[in-house]
């Protein structure tokens, strides 16, 4: 069955730290996202791509890059962790053709930073 | 800015009740409103979403009432179920460009 992966489920850094996270979806999908999920904020957008070597800016950004070498694996880096950057991170995937917004979550990533 | 504000944050109801959740957004330019369910340690997963060409959608005990003019959508849960227990997101975008905007969330819980 197709699926989405993430990669660590769990993950304690130090402030400064550079740390990837890691996501593979198997469904042969286009479009991936980058959410972080805070409490009292749901989930907000971080990074996007709809395509191999595209990579787009989402409402928060700042500290975070991604890479899309591939169409199954889109990794998160914090280039420089921050404490503000604790969070539970999720990826997505979404078909291109009508169903961009239909999108299937990876289990998430909890990341914490001291 | 929060461009859809979901409420209550928190709602209790009894075994075979109605849930109901509210959001109100902002952007007219939103023409597509998913609701994501989630359960602990997992990642949401799409429940139901309507387009603003019809005010109401209903798929088993669940059914999303959309108000165009008052820029309001809730979900409604029939026959709460204690399975149902689950943190409930709305979400709003704008073109099939998958830039989700969600709400905060709202944590159901269903009472046996």
């Known amino acids: 069955d197709a699926e989405i992966t993430q990669s660590p489920r769990h993950k304690i850094t130090e402030t400064g730290r550079q740390v990837t996270l890691a996501c593979h979806q198997t469904?042969?999908?286009?479009?991936m996202f980058w959410y972080r999920q805070d409490l009292g904020h749901g989930l907000r957008l971080i990074h996007y791509?709809?395509?191999?070597?595209?990579?787009n800016k989402g409402e928060v950004s700042d500290g975070y890059s991604v890479s899309r070498s591939n169409t199954e694996d889109l990794p998160l880096t914090l280039e420089s962790a921050a404490s503000s950057q604790t969070s539970v991170y999720f990826c997505?995937?979404?078909?291109?053709?009508?169903?961009?917004?239909?999108?299937?979550f990876g289990p998430g990533t909890r990341l914490t930073v001291l | 800015q929060q461009q859809v504000k979901q409420s209550p944050q928190s709602l209790i109801v009894q075994k075979g009740g109605i849930s109901i959740i509210n959001c109100a957004y902002e952007n007219t330019a939103f023409d597509y409103f998913p609701w994501y369910q989630q359960f602990p340690g997992k990642g949401p997963a799409l429940l139901i979403a309507i387009r603003p060409d019809v005010s109401e959608k209903k798929e088993g005990r669940f059914t999303i009432s959309f108000n165009k003019s008052a820029k309001q959508f809730s979900l409604h849960i029939m026959d709460s179920q204690p399975g149902d227990s689950a943190t409930y997101f709305c979400?709003?975008?704008?073109?099939?460009?998958?830039?989700?905007?969600f709400g905060q969330g709202t944590t159901l819980q269903v009472k046996p």
């Open positions: 997505a995937s979404s078909e291109s053709s009508g169903r961009a917004n239909e999108q299937f």
């Open positions: 469904w042969n999908h286009n479009n």
């Open positions: 979400a709003a975008s704008s073109g099939n460009t998958g830039k989700l905007i």
């Open positions: 791509s709809y395509g191999v070597h595209d990579t």
